[in-house]
Nanobody
């Protein structure tokens, strides 16, 4: 089992920044590639970003490319998502997830463990 706990969500103005964190515990963090997904009200959960177990390979949804940055600190068992230039279409509950696949993938069904989510709200 891997337990994931997100933090860092909140209210920010359009164009502002937030940094989300995800603390992992349980099994060895480096056994898992990690991902961030988000879900807005009335919409399906969508892929945001992923990172492989070493942190050397990342992938982003087109909608956040160039604005968001995923990283991990394996020494601290922590995953981060730096979100800059936030837009009105970014508000959602953001989830971190872990997958046994060696690289992060954009498909939520391939992830084995999920956090409870953290709310991000963007005001105009």
């Amino acid at each position: 089992q891997v337990q994931l706990v997100e933090s860092g969500g909140g209210l920010v103005q359009t164009g502002g920044s937030l940094r989300l964190s995800c603390a992992a515990s349980g099994r060895t963090f480096t056994n898992y590639a990690m991902g961030w997904f988000r879900q807005a009200p009335g919409k399906e959960r969508e892929f945001v970003a992923s990172i492989n177990w070493t942190g050397g390979s990342t992938s982003y949804a087109d909608s956040v490319k160039g604005r968001f940055s995923i990283s991990r600190d394996n020494a601290k068992n922590t995953l981060h998502l730096q979100m800059n230039s936030l837009k009105p279409e970014d508000p959602a509950v953001y989830y971190c997830a872990a997958t046994r696949h060696p690289v992060g993938l954009p498909f939520s069904s391939l992830y084995d463990y999920w956090g409870q989510g953290t709310q991000v709200t963007v005001s105009s």
